[in-house]
DNA sequence: CATCGAGA
DNA sequence: TCTCGATGG
Protein backbone atom coordinates (compact mmCIF):
# COMPACT_ATOMS: atom_id res chain seq x y z
CA UNK A 1 0.00 0.00 0.00
CA UNK A 2 2.53 2.68 -1.11
CA UNK A 3 5.71 3.76 0.80
CA UNK A 4 5.77 4.27 4.62
CA UNK A 5 7.34 7.29 4.58
CA UNK A 6 4.36 9.30 5.93
CA UNK A 7 6.01 10.31 9.27
CA UNK A 8 8.80 12.14 7.64
CA UNK A 9 6.21 14.04 5.39
CA UNK A 10 5.45 17.63 6.38
CA UNK A 11 1.96 18.53 5.05
CA UNK A 12 -0.57 20.72 5.94
CA UNK A 13 -4.39 20.40 6.26
CA UNK A 14 -5.83 22.52 4.01
CA UNK A 15 -10.01 23.39 3.39
CA UNK A 16 -11.77 22.23 0.17
CA UNK A 17 -11.78 25.70 -0.73
CA UNK A 18 -8.29 26.17 -1.23
CA UNK A 19 -8.93 23.57 -4.29
CA UNK A 20 -11.51 26.31 -5.70
CA UNK A 21 -10.62 26.22 -9.40
CA UNK A 22 -8.51 23.96 -9.83
CA UNK A 23 -7.80 20.69 -11.52
CA UNK A 24 -6.74 17.29 -10.18
CA UNK A 25 -5.43 14.06 -11.00
CA UNK A 26 -6.90 11.45 -8.85
CA UNK A 27 -5.61 7.82 -8.85
CA UNK A 28 -8.67 6.08 -10.38
CA UNK A 29 -7.74 2.87 -8.48
CA UNK A 30 -6.68 4.15 -5.46
CA UNK A 31 -10.61 6.10 -4.98
CA UNK A 32 -12.08 3.03 -5.66
CA UNK A 33 -10.69 0.84 -3.13
CA UNK A 34 -11.73 3.51 -1.31
CA UNK A 35 -15.07 3.35 -1.80
CA UNK A 36 -15.09 -0.05 -1.90
CA UNK A 37 -13.86 -0.85 1.31
CA UNK A 38 -16.04 2.08 3.46
CA UNK A 39 -19.40 2.04 1.26
CA UNK A 40 -20.59 -1.31 3.47
CA UNK A 41 -23.52 -2.00 5.67
CA UNK A 42 -22.56 -2.79 8.60
CA UNK A 43 -22.01 -6.26 8.25
CA UNK A 44 -19.08 -5.52 5.62
CA UNK A 45 -21.79 -6.56 2.82
CA UNK A 46 -21.27 -3.58 -0.31
CA UNK A 47 -23.86 -2.03 -1.83
CA UNK A 48 -25.31 -3.93 -4.49
CA UNK A 49 -28.12 -4.19 -7.12
CA UNK A 50 -30.97 -6.91 -7.69
CA UNK A 51 -28.58 -8.98 -9.80
CA UNK A 52 -25.80 -8.82 -7.24
CA UNK A 53 -23.58 -6.49 -8.95
CA UNK A 54 -21.20 -4.62 -6.01
CA UNK A 55 -22.09 -0.76 -6.76
CA UNK A 56 -19.97 0.66 -4.00
CA UNK A 57 -17.86 2.43 -6.20
CA UNK A 58 -20.28 3.95 -8.27
CA UNK A 59 -22.01 5.54 -5.17
CA UNK A 60 -18.86 6.93 -4.34
CA UNK A 61 -17.89 8.11 -7.15
CA UNK A 62 -20.98 9.64 -8.52
CA UNK A 63 -21.49 11.70 -5.28
CA UNK A 64 -18.11 12.35 -4.49
CA UNK A 65 -17.21 13.72 -7.97
CA UNK A 66 -20.26 16.02 -7.58
CA UNK A 67 -19.24 17.66 -4.35
CA UNK A 68 -16.00 18.17 -6.15
CA UNK A 69 -17.36 19.88 -8.86
CA UNK A 70 -19.95 21.89 -6.71
CA UNK A 71 -16.52 22.93 -4.67
CA UNK A 72 -15.05 24.00 -8.10
CA UNK A 73 -12.38 21.73 -8.34
CA UNK A 74 -12.07 19.84 -11.73
CA UNK A 75 -11.24 15.94 -10.78
CA UNK A 76 -9.95 13.77 -13.91
CA UNK A 77 -9.43 10.09 -12.99
CA UNK A 78 -6.29 7.92 -14.00
CA UNK A 79 -6.77 4.09 -14.52
CA UNK A 80 -3.97 2.05 -13.93
CA UNK A 81 -2.55 0.58 -17.03
CA UNK A 82 -0.27 -2.70 -16.84
CA UNK A 83 1.61 -3.30 -13.89
CA UNK A 84 5.52 -3.28 -14.10
CA UNK A 85 6.83 -7.22 -13.89
CA UNK A 86 8.49 -6.33 -10.59
CA UNK A 87 4.88 -5.40 -8.82
CA UNK A 88 3.87 -9.12 -9.25
CA UNK A 89 5.39 -10.12 -5.78
CA UNK A 90 3.45 -7.23 -3.81
CA UNK A 91 0.10 -8.06 -5.89
CA UNK A 92 0.35 -11.61 -4.57
CA UNK A 93 1.17 -10.62 -1.10
CA UNK A 94 -1.97 -8.58 -1.09
CA UNK A 95 -4.12 -10.89 -2.68
CA UNK A 96 -3.13 -13.73 0.23
CA UNK A 97 -3.96 -11.05 2.42
CA UNK A 98 -7.24 -10.64 1.09
CA UNK A 99 -7.96 -14.26 1.05
CA UNK A 100 -7.36 -14.19 4.72
CA UNK A 101 -9.28 -11.50 5.45
CA UNK A 102 -12.89 -13.18 3.86
CA UNK A 103 -11.46 -16.15 5.88
CA UNK A 104 -11.92 -14.01 8.87
CA UNK A 105 -15.44 -11.83 7.57
CA UNK A 106 -16.67 -15.08 7.18
CA UNK A 107 -15.91 -15.95 10.83
CA UNK A 108 -16.88 -13.14 12.91
CA UNK A 109 -19.95 -13.05 10.32
CA UNK A 110 -20.92 -16.55 11.79
CA UNK A 111 -19.80 -15.51 15.18
CA UNK A 112 -22.14 -12.49 14.97
CA UNK A 113 -19.31 -10.10 15.66
CA UNK A 114 -20.72 -6.99 13.48
CA UNK A 115 -17.54 -4.81 14.16
CA UNK A 116 -14.79 -7.43 13.36
CA UNK A 117 -16.76 -8.33 10.56
CA UNK A 118 -16.91 -4.92 8.66
CA UNK A 119 -13.19 -4.50 9.84
CA UNK A 120 -12.38 -7.70 7.74
CA UNK A 121 -14.88 -7.65 4.96
CA UNK A 122 -12.84 -3.61 4.40
CA UNK A 123 -9.55 -5.68 3.93
CA UNK A 124 -10.98 -8.10 1.71
CA UNK A 125 -11.62 -5.67 -0.77
CA UNK A 126 -11.54 -6.77 -3.96
CA UNK A 127 -11.19 -4.83 -7.61
CA UNK A 128 -12.31 -6.78 -10.56
CA UNK A 129 -12.41 -5.48 -14.33
CA UNK A 130 -16.00 -5.03 -14.11
CA UNK A 131 -15.70 -2.83 -11.46
CA UNK A 132 -13.24 -0.71 -13.22
CA UNK A 133 -15.24 -1.23 -16.56
CA UNK A 134 -18.61 0.19 -14.64
CA UNK A 135 -16.23 3.49 -13.40
CA UNK A 136 -14.86 4.52 -16.25
CA UNK A 137 -18.68 4.64 -18.14
CA UNK A 138 -20.40 6.23 -15.49
CA UNK A 139 -17.34 8.78 -15.50
CA UNK A 140 -17.59 9.29 -19.12
CA UNK A 141 -21.31 9.48 -18.70
CA UNK A 142 -20.83 12.45 -16.23
CA UNK A 143 -18.24 14.42 -18.37
CA UNK A 144 -15.63 13.72 -16.39
CA UNK A 145 -11.84 13.23 -17.88
CA UNK A 146 -10.86 9.76 -17.61
CA UNK A 147 -7.36 8.80 -18.41
CA UNK A 148 -5.48 5.78 -19.24
CA UNK A 149 -2.11 5.33 -18.10
CA UNK A 150 0.20 3.22 -19.42
CA UNK A 151 1.40 1.44 -16.32
CA UNK A 152 1.02 3.17 -13.10
CA UNK A 153 -1.73 5.65 -12.36
CA UNK A 154 0.22 7.31 -9.32
CA UNK A 155 3.04 8.42 -12.17
CA UNK A 156 0.58 9.04 -14.79
CA UNK A 157 -0.91 11.58 -12.38
CA UNK A 158 2.45 12.95 -11.19
CA UNK A 159 3.63 13.60 -15.01
CA UNK A 160 0.35 15.62 -15.23
CA UNK A 161 1.00 17.90 -12.86
CA UNK A 162 4.33 18.59 -13.09
CA UNK A 163 3.62 19.57 -16.81
CA UNK A 164 1.51 21.91 -15.19
CA UNK A 165 -1.78 20.05 -16.93
CA UNK A 166 -3.30 19.65 -13.57
CA UNK A 167 -2.99 21.35 -9.90
CA UNK A 168 -1.95 18.26 -8.08
CA UNK A 169 -1.91 14.36 -7.92
CA UNK A 170 -4.45 12.89 -5.67
CA UNK A 171 -4.28 9.74 -3.83
CA UNK A 172 -3.46 8.55 -0.11
CA UNK A 173 -0.06 7.20 -1.12
CA UNK A 174 2.72 9.05 -1.57
CA UNK A 175 3.88 7.37 -4.36
CA UNK A 176 3.69 10.08 -6.76
CA UNK A 177 5.89 12.67 -4.60
CA UNK A 178 8.70 9.92 -6.01
CA UNK A 179 6.99 9.78 -9.33
CA UNK A 180 7.64 13.85 -9.11
CA UNK A 181 4.76 15.16 -8.59
CA UNK A 182 5.08 19.06 -7.27
CA UNK A 183 1.90 18.72 -4.76
CA UNK A 184 0.27 15.71 -3.57
CA UNK A 185 -3.54 16.12 -2.31
CA UNK A 186 -4.48 13.54 0.46
CA UNK A 187 -7.76 13.08 1.59
CA UNK A 188 -9.72 14.61 -1.26
CA UNK A 189 -11.77 11.23 -1.89
CA UNK A 190 -12.33 10.44 2.35
CA UNK A 191 -13.02 14.39 3.55
CA UNK A 192 -15.66 14.50 6.15
CA UNK A 193 -16.44 12.70 9.42
CA UNK A 194 -14.57 9.06 9.73
CA UNK A 195 -14.42 6.11 12.49
CA UNK A 196 -11.36 5.69 13.94
CA UNK A 197 -10.42 2.12 13.68
CA UNK A 198 -11.15 0.43 16.67
CA UNK A 199 -12.68 2.92 18.68
CA UNK A 200 -15.99 4.40 18.95
CA UNK A 201 -14.13 7.49 18.05
CA UNK A 202 -15.05 10.04 15.14
CA UNK A 203 -12.98 12.45 13.83
CA UNK A 204 -12.48 15.16 11.09
CA UNK A 205 -10.92 14.62 8.45
CA UNK A 206 -9.38 17.62 6.26
CA UNK A 207 -7.80 17.89 2.87
CA UNK A 208 -4.03 17.84 2.95
CA UNK A 209 -1.76 19.36 0.57
CA UNK A 210 1.85 17.78 0.28
CA UNK A 211 4.37 20.24 -1.78
CA UNK A 212 7.16 17.95 -2.86
CA UNK A 213 9.78 21.17 -2.53
CA UNK A 214 8.48 21.56 0.92
CA UNK A 215 8.91 17.62 1.81
CA UNK A 216 12.50 18.00 -0.10
CA UNK A 217 14.06 20.96 1.86
CA UNK A 218 12.85 20.13 4.99
CA UNK A 219 14.60 16.10 4.74
CA UNK A 220 17.28 17.95 3.53
CA UNK A 221 17.49 15.69 0.43
CA UNK A 222 16.69 15.35 -3.75
CA UNK A 223 13.92 13.51 -5.42
CA UNK A 224 16.77 10.93 -6.23
CA UNK A 225 17.94 10.61 -2.62
CA UNK A 226 13.95 10.82 -1.26
CA UNK A 227 13.08 7.76 -3.84
CA UNK A 228 16.06 5.94 -2.82
CA UNK A 229 15.10 6.47 1.08
CA UNK A 230 11.61 4.88 -0.17
CA UNK A 231 13.29 1.82 -1.81
CA UNK A 232 15.42 1.41 1.73
CA UNK A 233 11.55 1.51 3.73
CA UNK A 234 9.93 -0.46 1.21
CA UNK A 235 7.61 0.26 -1.96
CA UNK A 236 5.24 -1.53 -3.77
CA UNK A 237 8.23 -2.84 -5.66
CA UNK A 238 10.11 -4.08 -3.10
CA UNK A 239 7.33 -4.88 -0.28
CA UNK A 240 8.81 -4.60 3.47
CA UNK A 241 12.31 -3.09 2.02
CA UNK A 242 15.60 -3.69 3.81
CA UNK A 243 15.24 -5.70 6.94
CA UNK A 244 15.99 -3.96 10.18
CA UNK A 245 15.61 -0.29 8.34
CA UNK A 246 13.10 2.24 9.09
CA UNK A 247 12.30 5.56 8.03
CA UNK A 248 14.69 7.11 10.76
CA UNK A 249 17.63 5.23 9.58
CA UNK A 250 16.78 5.33 6.28
CA UNK A 251 17.02 9.23 6.41
CA UNK A 252 20.60 8.82 7.99
CA UNK A 253 21.99 6.23 5.01
CA UNK A 254 20.84 8.36 2.29
CA UNK A 255 22.01 11.41 3.53
CA UNK A 256 25.34 10.15 4.16
CA UNK A 257 25.88 7.71 1.22
CA UNK A 258 26.65 8.71 -2.02
CA UNK A 259 24.81 5.65 -3.34
CA UNK A 260 22.91 3.99 -0.44
CA UNK A 261 21.95 1.14 -3.24
CA UNK A 262 24.72 -0.59 -3.26
CA UNK A 263 25.47 -2.23 -0.14
CA UNK A 264 21.89 -3.35 0.32
CA UNK A 265 21.79 -4.62 -3.03
CA UNK A 266 23.23 -8.14 -2.76
CA UNK A 267 21.08 -8.86 0.08
CA UNK A 268 17.83 -7.66 -2.15
CA UNK A 269 16.36 -10.35 -4.53
CA UNK A 270 14.57 -7.09 -6.32
CA UNK A 271 17.11 -5.33 -8.49
CA UNK A 272 16.78 -1.91 -6.58
CA UNK A 273 18.11 0.19 -9.29
CA UNK A 274 15.28 -0.54 -11.48
CA UNK A 275 13.30 0.23 -8.84
CA UNK A 276 14.71 3.75 -8.73
CA UNK A 277 15.14 4.32 -12.70
CA UNK A 278 11.27 3.43 -12.46
CA UNK A 279 10.23 6.22 -10.29
CA UNK A 280 12.92 8.41 -12.26
CA UNK A 281 10.98 7.39 -15.48
CA UNK A 282 8.04 5.54 -15.56
CA UNK A 283 5.95 4.61 -18.57
CA UNK A 284 3.53 7.93 -19.13
CA UNK A 285 1.80 8.84 -21.82
CA UNK A 286 0.83 12.69 -23.75
CA UNK A 287 -2.50 11.26 -24.85
CA UNK A 288 -5.04 12.67 -22.46
CA UNK A 289 -7.62 15.00 -23.34
CA UNK A 290 -8.81 17.25 -19.90
CA UNK A 291 -12.62 18.54 -20.99
CA UNK A 292 -14.84 18.44 -18.80
CA UNK A 293 -18.17 18.09 -20.84
CA UNK A 294 -22.03 18.16 -19.89
CA UNK A 295 -23.32 15.36 -18.48
CA UNK A 296 -25.08 12.91 -20.47
CA UNK A 297 -28.04 12.68 -18.24
CA UNK A 298 -30.20 10.05 -19.74
CA UNK A 299 -27.25 8.03 -20.27
CA UNK A 300 -26.64 8.33 -16.45
CA UNK A 301 -30.16 7.59 -15.39
CA UNK A 302 -30.13 4.71 -17.21
CA UNK A 303 -26.54 3.38 -15.87
CA UNK A 304 -27.53 3.61 -12.50
CA UNK A 305 -31.10 3.26 -11.88
CA UNK A 306 -32.61 0.99 -14.60
CA UNK A 307 -29.37 -1.11 -14.58
CA UNK A 308 -28.44 -0.70 -11.08
CA UNK A 309 -31.00 -0.03 -9.16
CA UNK A 310 -29.93 3.43 -7.98
CA UNK A 311 -32.67 5.63 -6.92
CA UNK A 312 -34.39 7.91 -9.31
CA UNK A 313 -34.84 10.78 -7.17
CA UNK A 314 -31.99 11.10 -5.64
CA UNK A 315 -29.86 10.67 -9.06
CA UNK A 316 -31.92 13.65 -10.90
CA UNK A 317 -30.99 15.56 -7.51
CA UNK A 318 -27.40 14.60 -8.29
CA UNK A 319 -28.10 15.40 -11.73
CA UNK A 320 -29.45 18.83 -11.47
CA UNK A 321 -26.38 19.35 -8.94
CA UNK A 322 -23.73 18.15 -11.54
CA UNK A 323 -25.51 20.01 -14.20
CA UNK A 324 -25.16 23.68 -12.53
CA UNK A 325 -21.73 22.89 -11.33
CA UNK A 326 -20.28 22.12 -14.71
CA UNK A 327 -22.13 25.38 -16.08
CA UNK A 328 -20.59 27.23 -13.16
CA UNK A 329 -17.07 26.07 -14.09
CA UNK A 330 -17.53 27.21 -17.90
CA UNK A 331 -18.09 30.65 -16.13
CA UNK A 332 -15.31 30.56 -14.48
CA UNK A 333 -13.00 28.98 -16.22
CA UNK A 334 -13.82 31.98 -18.96
CA UNK A 335 -13.86 34.28 -16.30
CA UNK A 336 -10.13 33.41 -15.73
CA UNK A 337 -9.56 33.61 -19.13
CA UNK A 338 -10.33 37.04 -19.90
CA UNK A 339 -8.78 38.18 -16.47
CA UNK A 340 -5.58 36.98 -18.08
CA UNK A 341 -5.70 39.44 -20.99
C1' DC B 1 -18.64 7.46 0.77
C1' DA B 2 -23.31 9.98 0.69
C1' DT B 3 -28.17 11.28 1.98
C1' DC B 4 -32.11 11.21 4.94
C1' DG B 5 -35.06 11.74 8.82
C1' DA B 6 -35.89 11.16 13.89
C1' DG B 7 -35.15 13.32 17.96
C1' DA B 8 -32.70 16.68 20.84
C1' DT C 1 -30.75 24.01 13.31
C1' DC C 2 -27.80 20.32 14.51
C1' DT C 3 -26.21 15.53 15.65
C1' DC C 4 -26.59 10.75 15.10
C1' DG C 5 -27.76 6.30 13.38
C1' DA C 6 -29.73 3.90 9.65
C1' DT C 7 -29.85 3.25 4.92
C1' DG C 8 -28.50 3.45 0.22
C1' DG C 9 -27.99 -0.55 -3.90
Same mark, same amino acid.
Given at each position: ???????????????????????????????????????????????????????????????????????????????????????????????????????????????????????????????????????????????????????????????????????????????????????????????????????? =??? @?? $??????? %? &??????? *??? !???????????????????????????????????????????????????????????? =??? @?? $??????? %? &??????? *??? !???????????????????????????????????
Amino acid at each position: MGVPIGELIPKKEIELENLYGKKVAIDALNAIYQFLSTIRQRDGTPLMDSKGRITSHLSGLFYRTINLMEAGIKPAYVFDGKPPEFKKKELEKRKEAREEAEVKWREALARGDMEEARKYAQRATRVNEMLIEDAKKLLELMGIPVVQAPSEGEAQAAYMASKGHVYASASQDYDSLLFGAPRLVRNLTMTGKRKLPGKN =VYV @EV $KPELVVL %D &EVLSSLK *LTR !EKLIELAILVGTDYNPGGIKGIGPKKALEIVRHSKDPLAKFQKQSEVDLYAIKEFFLNPP =VTD @EY $KLQWKEP %D &EEGILKF *LCD !EHDFSEERVKNGLERLRKAVKAGRQSTLESWFMKR
